[in-house]
């Protein structure tokens, strides 16, 4: 009984001293939008279009904070804490007083760690970007503005080394490109590649002198021809040696072709020849399908020759002929 008496006695004291500790709480409340009133009008009056603002933003402080302390009031043995609770309020007005009549610059250089933090952060993302050109804009802002010459320089090399390394595959991409451009022998489209990629990339020591890589490559090419052709005319290789003759023309002048006339001469005086006399012997042995098929190789090689008129003058012939025997087998 005695202790039940005197927890009674406890909780009625608790409760009396209830309206003290509202009142002290309502007193802090009070001196709180007194300091924010002030602020308002300290800042307002400066400014007088944008005190509706500062009021606003003093009425938004406030009232989480009289939320707090109307919560705090009704807790059982606020006075523990309550003092602390008030310190740590009365500091973050204060901070917050302090930071609303600084400058810019002012702020800047308070919260300059944070800032260069974040500015360290979006050099790392515009490297691995690789927007080398932004990245050495907020280089130069680390450096100039904050002073973090250090740090500047040492991103500076990491950039350089990376855009360089960048360059360089870049590069070889292309090259290898224009490599196969230039075994598939595209020699049009190796000359114009040539030309974008040292547009591209004049910096690179890879890209020097790549018009005459081209060049050169064209001419082992036509030597290469050159040596075929000579082979398969000395074999009397007739087809391999026309279709050779035909694909030198592209590449020879008739400075170079003049060493070849001769020969070249020869190969088409008896591939002439050879397909004449394979023309006849088809006619005359009435394989009509297979002089037509002769004739017009007749035609298409030797379009001016005499040859080739007198075949174009039997072609009809012998179209009908095939027809008609494809008639008679239906």
């Known amino acids: 009984m005695a202790t039940q008496s005197s927890s009674q006695a406890g909780t009625k004291r608790r409760r009396e001293r209830q309206p003290a500790n509202v009142a002290f709480w309502l007193t802090a409340v009070w001196m709180l939008a007194l300091v924010g009133a002030g602020v308002g009008l300290t800042i307002g009056g400066s400014v007088p279009d944008a005190f509706p603002f500062y009021a606003l933003g003093s009425i938004a402080l406030l009232a989480p904070l009289t939320l707090l302390v109307a919560w705090r009031a ?15 309020l009365v500091d973050s007005i204060n901070t917050l007083v302090q930071e609303g009549g600084l400058s810019e610059g002012a702020k800047r250089v308070l919260h300059r760690r944070e800032e ?33 010459r250090v740090d500047a320089e040492e991103f500076r090399g990491r950039i ?13 991409d292309s090259l290898g490109g224009l ?14 590649e040539a030309a974008r990629i040292n547009r591209l990339y004049p910096e690179s020591h890879r890209v020097e002198r790549l018009r005459e890589r081209v060049d050169q490559a064209r001419v082992q090419y036509r ?11 000395e074999g009397e290789e007739l087809d391999s040696a026309m279709t ?8 020879l002048t008739p400075t170079e072709a003049a060493p070849f006339q001769e020969v070249a001469r020869g190969v088409i005086s008896k591939q002439r020849d ?20 002769v004739g017009e190789r007749i035609i298409e090689e030797f379009p001016k020759s005499r040859m080739a008129q007198e075949v174009r003058d ?10 008609a025997r494809t008639t008679q087998r239906a």
């Open 274 to 293: 050879n397909l004449g006399v394979r023309f006849k012997l088809a006619v005359q042995d009435h394989m009509w399908q297979e002089a037509i098929s």
């Open 74 to 88: 009704g807790q059982p043995n606020p006075a523990a804490s309550s003092a602390h609770q008030i310190k740590q």
């Open 160 to 172: 350089e080394r990376a855009r360089l390394q960048t360059l360089d595959r870049n590069v070889v």
């Open 223 to 233: 030597q290469e021809l050159e040596r075929q052709f000579l082979i398969a005319a």
């Open 116 to 148: 260069r933090e974040l500015l360290r952060r979006a050099i790392e993302q515009d490297i691995a970007d690789e927007d080398w050109d932004a990245a050495m804009v907020l280089v130069k802002e680390l450096a100039e503005q904050f002073g973090y």
């Open 314 to 323: 039997l072609l009809p012939t012998l179209q009908d002929r095939v027809a």
């Open 244 to 251: 050779l003759l035909k694909e030198l023309d592209h590449y």
């Open 179 to 192: 490599d196969e451009l230039i075994r598939h022998r595209h020699w049009p489209e190796a000359y114009a």
